[in-house]
């Protein structure tokens, strides 16, 4: 079996693999047919590489290695969502949705195996946190998925779209989510445009910053309260990076691109506590000087929750508020409902969560709403 300390080449974008070939006296063109064979052709093994030279593919073979999760279960709901639990190599599992839609096939990717922010009204809090995910970890979702979306059906659509909205915080995971998207919006990995590929965080500000000299993707903010002393419940890490700052970093996020970028604030729409006409107001108030666009999420409960989801005739009331001030508002349809792969459902399976569940305890009796 290969040991831990070869470098995964799954999750190494162009400029690392170029570096890594240059060192060794090879053309920086050898990582373009590496990632060709990896991430076009689905090929994991350095010996099928037949446009290396056997030296060169025996040197891989010792030095490298292309390693990919377990697909534990894989389960697919009427309306054509799919979902993966994939068992990485220390035993934790996560999970990856692709959601089919008319107009584009979003994968929805994890980025960490679990999640240590603690929103309250999200399932994957519940699970605890264990670790960060590697670079490597992240891509294979989208590796994963793509092989077997193709395998089931010869007609199948690719992948347009990558949100990272799976378990966990992206910008808490910085380095491997950069380096893995990347890949996604490299020519010689997905090839996905900017647009394409969105990153969804809670907020942690001085990641955003980063993000925006880093990296041209897309940012959703998942926001879920016009006020601080409700995000603060909500939302915890809303103590840490209150909403005035947060929404003055979302105003540098999008400030002095080439193309006008939006932020897409997501709402998850809670039964009697976020969901009134006068939240709404404030909503509109607070995002007046923000470019941006408002995604509601209706409520996706999950066992044991103490929140309930909004009627469907509030939700309504609360968009159209919005959509008279002006703003660009969704509700987002919940997708894979039957088969637990909704937002805020995503599980997994952690090990050695239980630090992490006496936290969410405390935090959960203390909060009243
Ligand atoms: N940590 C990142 C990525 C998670 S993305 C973030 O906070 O943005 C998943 C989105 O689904 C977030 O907006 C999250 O707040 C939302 N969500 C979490 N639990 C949910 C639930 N039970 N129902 C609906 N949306 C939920």
Redesign the pocket.
């Known amino acids: 079996m290969v040991s831990n300390a070869k470098m995964n080449m799954l999750g190494s974008p162009r400029q690392s693999l170029e570096a890594y070939f240059t060192d060794r006296g090879e053309a920086s063109f050898r990582a373009h047919q590496i990632m060709k064979w990896i991430h076009h052709r689905g090929v994991y093994d350095f010996a099928e590489m037949s446009d290396l030279s056997k030296r060169l593919r025996q040197q891989l073979q010792t030095e490298a290695m292309i390693k990919v999760p377990e697909i534990v279960m894989e389960k697919v709901s009427a309306d054509g969502t799919h979902k993966w639990l994939l068992r990485l190599e220390d035993g934790n599992c996560i999970e990856t949705v692709y959601i089919p839609e008319d107009s584009r096939n979003t994968l929805c990717v994890s ?1 960490q195996v679990g ?1 240590a ?1 603690d ?1 309250t ?4 809090a519940r699970q605890g946190f264990n670790r960060n995910l590697t670079s490597a970890e992240i891509i294979s979702q989208l590796w994963i998925a793509r092989r077997r979306l193709q395998s089931g059906n010869s007609n199948a659509r690719t992948i347009s779209n990558v949100v ?7 910008l808490l995971n910085y380095d491997a989510v950069v380096d893995a998207s990347r890949i996604m919006m490299d020519d010689l990995g997905y090839g996905l445009g900017k647009r394409r590929v969105t990153l ?3 907020g942690v500000l001085p990641a955003m910053d980063r993000l925006r000299d880093d990296l041209d993707v897309s940012l ?3 926001l ?1 309260a016009p006020n601080n002393q409700l995000r603060d419940k909500l ?1 915890p890490l809303n103590r840490k990076y209150p909403i005035e700052e947060l929404l003055l970093a979302c105003r540098r996020f999008v400030e002095g691109k080439k193309h006008k970028q939006r932020i897409t604030f ?1 709402y ?1 729409m809670l039964k009697d506590v976020n969901d009134s006409p006068s939240h709404a107001r404030e909503l509109v108030k607070l995002l007046r000087d923000v470019p941006s666009k408002i995604n509601l ?6 066992p044991d ?1 103490r ?1 309930q989801r909004s009627e469907p005739e509030t939700i309504q009331r609360f968009r159209d508020i919005l959509i008279r001030a002006g703003f660009t508002t969704i509700t987002r349809r919940t997708r894979g409902e039957d088969i637990d792969a ?4 995503l599980a997994g399976k952690i090990q050695d969560r239980s630090r992490r569940a006496v936290r969410f305890a405390r935090l959960e009796q203390n909060l009243t709403l």
């Open positions: 980025s999640c922010l929103c009204f999200c399932s994957t990272l909205m799976g378990m966990g915080e992206p969804s965080t809670s959703a903010v998942s879920h939302v997501e998850v999420i209706p409520f996706n409960p999950f929750t929140f909704a937002c805020g459902q």
